[in-house]
């Protein structure tokens, strides 16, 4: 069964830094696509960066500039570098991922991690 384990949440001040991992229990080129959604308390989860088998990667427009995703492919996994944040990033932070075989397709997610940008 294919696992998504998210990690490098935390607490951070504005202005600061983290760097998510999602590590896949498979390739994750054997995923048609790969991405981080969040979902912050009473709020409705949101893409925040998507990256396409084409390679083309969309990002959230308030992190525009400020989120990055990229592939390690040796370690099967996905990384989420975030700066500058701010305390509307807030929130619990989902790695995702569409798993096709022919027609069928089959999205997976991992279990989350809290990301709390406070003073």
């Known amino acids: 069964q294919v696992q998504l384990v998210e990690s490098g949440g935390g607490l951070v001040q504005p202005g600061g830094s983290l760097r998510l991992s999602c590590a896949a229990s498979i390739s994750i080129n054997s995923f048609n696509t790969m991405g981080w959604y969040r979902q912050a308390p009473a709020q409705q989860r949101e893409m925040v960066a998507q990256l396409t088998s084409a390679g083309v990667t969309d990002y959230l427009d308030s992190v525009k500039g400020r989120f990055t995703t990229s592939r390690d492919d040796a370690k099967n996994t996905l990384v989420l570098q975030m700066n500058a944040l701010n305390p509307e990033d807030t929130a619990v932070y989902y790695c995702?991922?569409?798993?096709?075989?022919?027609?069928?397709?089959?999205?997976?997610w991992g279990q989350g991690t809290q990301v709390t940008v406070s003073s």
């Open positions: 995702q991922a569409w798993y096709c075989r022919g027609s069928e397709c089959r999205d997976y």
